[in-house]
């Protein structure tokens, strides 16, 4: 007699689950995670998906420790490069497309809404939290909501991780991001084609995050 296989449960990938499993956590739940990720240069040795892949798997992780449902990840924003493989939506762009996607989760019975920001480009993240701000000032289907605009680097410890990074001015595709994605998916990390910017962009890049605009 051939056994079959028990199903894994998909929650809280809200993208592996199906219109009755969504409606169930409907009864009972109004929150739900939005990862917030990008498509840019990571150098030579990490994927160009990199904030959308920590942003989906962190974003995962906080779920299923809070019976929180999960919202697929959003890859589209604005990096500010333009490296090969980089994508840009501009921000202004990227801001109606979130405001939309919370208007379409809204009108579901979302009413909690935690913007997990894991793409820490400067001018996207003004774009976002002036949008977002505005879209519950002036929106009434957001009359009784919360929207969170999280950032990955703002959960961080005092001596270790996020904190320790920005100190020495590791901003991006630097030890943490590399730490991250190897502890995520170490498959993907090619730690042999590392190369590190020539001077003087070495320095300027670590000087500020901003500096990539010049």
Not at 11 to 18: A, D, G, I, L, S
Not at 191 to 203: F, R, T, V, Y
Request: glycine letters at 8%.
């Amino acid at each position: 007699m051939r056994r079959t296989k028990a199903r894994k449960d998909p929650f809280p990938v809200m993208e592996h689950m199906t219109v009755r499993m969504v409606r169930e956590y409907l009864r009972t739940k109004r929150s739900i995670i939005i990862p917030l990720g990008v498509i840019e240069q990571h150098g030579y040795h990490l994927q160009l998906k990199t904030d959308a892949l920590i942003a989906g798997h962190l974003g995962r992780m906080i779920g299923e420790r809070t019976g929180i449902l999960v919202a697929p990840v959003m890859y589209q924003s604005y990096s500010g490069g333009g490296l090969p493989g980089t994508i840009n939506v501009s921000p202004s762009v990227m801001s109606l497309v979130v405001s939309d996607i919370l208007l379409s989760l809204a009108s579901q019975g979302f009413r909690n809404f935690y913007l997990f920001l894991c793409h820490g480009g400067s001018e996207n993240a003004r774009a976002l939290d002036n949008s977002l701000k505005l879209l519950l000032r002036t929106n009434p289907a957001f009359a009784s909501s919360m929207i969170a605009l999280l950032p990955v680097w703002k959960f961080r410890g005092n001596k270790a991780g996020w904190a320790r990074a920005l100190r020495v001015g590791d901003w991006h595709a630097g030890w943490l991001e590399t730490s991250l994605v190897m502890a995520l998916e170490p498959d993907l990390v090619r730690m042999g084609d590392l190369e590190l910017d020539p001077e003087p962009i070495l320095k300027l890049q670590i000087a500020h995050p901003d500096n990539y605009q010049r």
